[in-house]
């Protein structure tokens, strides 16, 4: 018993091909090492130049430097195929390279960072990580203490980040550093080599989900890189942050949308198998009808998230909005899914060798990254009753 899948306006009969090819490369590539992975706590690097071989990690970005020019609809379909990989976590250690590090770097900066960063990363060769989380600055973007003073051609950096995701063995960092005085207008982008003296990895985080993702925290003591690897202006980085927020934010919008998919799917192939009082559950009108809520709550998701993805791709004003409901919606929605799944199970439920547990963590995140759902609401209200 599958999930009825609806043939949608928003994508092609391209894009249909595409998810068959990221279907086979998930069912060969990640769901037979995921619990490995999560007990590791990381995924192989060799993960990403296999990802890059199948053309998963350059999709938004100019063929020039190795992408394949494809727009945010495509995103979308990568995403909800890796997250039904049974690790959320292998899916997050791809995508906060392709599309939270590089996106910034492949919409501003010069061809001398493309070239030595963006392109290298599309191959797989590097791992990228996004480094704007701080003990102390996590939605509030503009209260980032981390400093780059200066120094002729050199930026000294020193300061702290946390939660940074590929932290602890990434090649680069696409950071955000206050390179002017308080507030949203200090603050700018630039590419940190973590080969840098002075870089430091402190602690690797022991997380609730997305487990076989490496989260880290970093430390800068007197860092001296180029001015050169400044990504666009000085003083415009906050620009860059929030305006690539919506890429991250339509990910986990499209992470949502296949986990629950993914769940219902084994959701209804064990309601079927599993017998008690002398039928099978979907023989019991509250799982039925269970079944159609999680159903129903999945597909405004999904016309959500395309919605937004089409937004984004046309570069329209309402795309942040679109965006954020679509984040909020999804981190709602794929919470209740996972539990409802999890209560389905009952005690298989409670059972580590079963990807259901793990799902459960994993979601609980999906109200916090990329923006907490308390954000979105503030996006969204200030769009419907500006100041």
Not at 132 to 155: L, N
Not at 169 to 189: K, Y
């Amino acid at each position: 018993m599958g999930y009825p899948r609806q043939p949608s306006a928003h994508l092609s009969a391209e894009h249909d091909e595409f998810r068959a090819s990221v279907r086979s490369f998930v069912e060969r590539e990640i769901r037979p090492n995921a619990t490995a992975w999560e007990e590791a706590g990381e995924v192989p690097r060799e993960l990403y130049r296999k990802a890059a071989d199948a053309g998963l990690l350059g999709l938004r970005y100019d063929p020039r430097w190795g992408g394949s020019g494809q727009d945010f609809r495509a995103t979308v379909v990568l995403c909800e195929e890796l997250a039904k990989g049974d690790s959320i976590g292998a899916a997050v250690a791809l995508m906060a390279q392709s599309e939270f590090a590089l996106s910034a770097l492949s919409d501003e900066a010069s061809e001398h960072l493309k070239e030595s960063w963006l392109a290298p990363a599309i191959r797989g060769e590097l791992i990228g990580a996004i480094g704007v989380s701080e003990p102390a600055a996590g939605s509030d973007v503009a209260a980032i203490s981390t400093k780059a003073v200066r120094d002729g051609d050199e930026y000294v950096i020193s300061g702290q980040k946390t939660f940074i995701s590929n932290g602890t063995r990434a090649d680069f960092i696409t950071l955000a550093v206050r390179t002017g005085g308080p507030g949203a207008h200090g603050i700018s982008l630039c590419v940190f080599p973590t080969k840098t003296a002075g870089f430091e990895v402190g602690r690797r985080l022991d997380k609730l989900g997305a487990r076989a993702s490496d989260t880290g925290e970093l430390f800068f003591d007197a860092c001296r890189i180029p001015v050169s690897n400044l990504i666009g202006e000085e003083g415009r980085g906050i620009h860059y942050v929030l305006s690539h927020f919506a890429g991250e934010r339509l990910v986990i919008a499209a992470f949502s949308v296949g986990v629950m998919e993914h769940l219902i799917e084994l959701g209804l192939a064990y309601a079927g198998d599993r017998h008690t009082f002398g039928r099978s559950l979907v023989g019991f009108q509250t799982w039925r009808h269970r079944f159609a809520e999680m159903a129903t709550r999945l597909e405004s998701t999904r016309q959500l998230t395309y919605h937004a993805a089409d937004l984004l791709s046309r570069r329209e004003p309402t795309a942040e909005i679109g965006v954020s409901m679509a984040k909020l919606a999804a981190a709602d929605h794929v919470q209740f899914v996972a539990r409802e799944v999890l209560q389905l199970h009952g005690g298989f439920g409670q059972m580590e060798d079963s990807p259901i547990p793990r799902y459960y963590r994993d979601v609980a995140g999906f109200s916090i990254g990329a923006g907490t759902s308390e954000i979105m609401r503030e996006i969204i209200s200030r769009q419907l009753t500006p100041a």
